[in-house]
Every structure is written in structure tokens, then in C-alpha cells.
């Protein structure tokens, strides 16, 4: 685990909270436990890593009501829900809704820590997707809209000398282009540069040749 990750516990099961905070810790792992789905969303910021411990049933927010407000605001903490009331119907909306686990109370301390621990490499894995994404946004962002241009029909398969006649530009500055593009979006190859593309395209508003 990274030293900045948490683990965040939300239970109205003071009692409960208490000895699942304890065991957690014990283990290892930072933890911060709250009562109420509504005492998390007030002390949660984004930024931190970690993953989310859920009660399924809590007066005023429920687990999934709180996994929807999560949804609803981007933000992809995972989650594993607790519940002594789990039934089929409820565990496939909470997996639906991103849930990565929903186990039954009482849970095995071992069965659990070990779940918490894979939930939080989870969340190392989507902040290094997430991180990646950002980094190639960025790349796609410093491309002139020539450079763009080109990306777009090399993308498509188009080979200089295509792109040239159809640009009606020089075959040298086609290629020139073709170079700035793969050292901009720090592309080693023509299939990771398809991949960046299709990433950027998807949400780019800039018009496409």
C-alpha cells in the first residue's frame, strides 16, 4: 500500500465501526471511519487514494444512494459494501453501480483485509490510468492544427505521400509534421499513436479532415 492511501469506513454500527477500524489498522492501514454517508461526503476530498468500506443500510444516505452521489461526481473511489441484508437483486445494482465487492456481515478478518488490499491496488491502477489520460490530453493539446491534421489521416492509415496530395502540401513537410506529432504526443510507434488519437478524438471538439 501507498502511504498516502486510506481507507474509508462508513458504518452507523458505532461498535462495529470501532472494531473494523481496529483490525484495519492493525494491519497496516490508514483509516478514517465516519458514522453517516453524508459525515464522508462532507470530509472526503478527491485527491486522496485510498478505497471505500460501506454499510449497505444507514438512515438519511444509504451505501448506494452515497455510491450513486459518487458516480454522479466523477469520482471512481472503489468500493466494497458491507450489509447483514444482502440479497441478490441489491448486490448486482451495487455492482453495477462500480461496487467491486458487496460481502455479507460477519466477514472473515483475513477474507476482509485481503479485500481491502486488492481494492486499494485498484485504486493505484485507475489514478495511473487516470494520470496517463491527462498526459496525453495534454501532448494532443500542444499539437498545431496542421499537426493535427495530419495525426487524424496517418491514424486512418494514410501513408506522406497520400496525406501530401490530399493537404496539397510537399511530401517533406508532411513528414516533418508526422515527426513533431510523434515527438509531441511521445508515441513510440504508429499503433500507440492510434491509441492516443482514438483517446483524444473521442472528446476533442476540434474539427477532424
Known amino acids: 500500500m501507498n502511504d498516502d492511501q486510506t481507507v474509508f469506513l462508513v458504518d452507523d454500527d458505532e461498535a462495529l465501526r470501532e472494531s473494523l477500524g481496529l483490525l484495519l489498522a492493525q494491519a497496516?492501514?490508514?483509516?478514517?471511519?465516519?458514522?453517516?454517508?453524508?459525515?464522508?461526503?462532507e470530509a472526503f476530498d478527491a485527491e486522496e487514494p485510498g478505497c471505500l468500506v460501506l454499510d449497505l443500510r444507514m438512515p438519511e444516505m444509504t451505501g448506494l444512494e452515497l455510491q450513486k452521489v459518487?458516480?454522479?461526481?466523477?469520482?471512481?473511489?472503489?468500493?466494497i459494501f458491507l450489509?447483514?441484508?444482502?440479497?441478490?437483486p441489491t448486490s448486482v445494482r451495487a455492482i453495477k453501480g462500480g461496487a467491486i465487492d458487496f460481502l455479507e456481515k460477519p466477514v472473515a478478518n483475513e477474507a476482509l483485509i485481503a479485500y481491502v488490499r486488492d481494492a486499494l491496488l485498484e485504486d493505484r491502477r485507475r489514478r495511473a490510468k487516470q494520470a496517463e489520460t491527462?498526459?496525453?490530453?495534454?501532448?494532443?493539446?500542444?499539437?498545431?492544427p496542421r499537426e493535427r491534421e495530419i495525426l487524424v489521416l496517418a491514424t486512418k492509415g494514410m501513408t506522406?505521400?497520400?496525406?501530401?496530395?490530399q493537404l496539397g502540401i510537399s511530401f517533406r513537410t508532411v513528414e516533418n509534421h508526422r515527426a513533431n506529432v510523434f515527438?509531441?504526443?511521445?508515441?513510440?510507434?504508429?499503433?500507440?499513436?492510434?491509441?492516443?488519437?482514438?483517446?483524444?478524438?473521442?472528446?476533442?471538439h476540434h474539427p477532424t479532415p
Open 183 to 204: 515527438e509531441k504526443m511521445q508515441a513510440r510507434n504508429i499503433a500507440e499513436l492510434c491509441r492516443m488519437a482514438a483517446l483524444c478524438l473521442a472528446t476533442d
Open 160 to 165: 506522406s505521400k497520400e496525406i501530401a496530395r
Open 83 to 88: 450489509s447483514g441484508y444482502g440479497d441478490v
Open 70 to 79: 459518487l458516480r454522479r461526481k466523477g469520482l471512481s473511489l472503489p468500493v
Open 28 to 41: 497496516g492501514l490508514r483509516v478514517r471511519a465516519f458514522d453517516s454517508a453524508r459525515a464522508f461526503l
Open 134 to 144: 491527462r498526459k496525453i490530453h495534454a501532448n494532443f493539446d500542444q499539437l498545431s
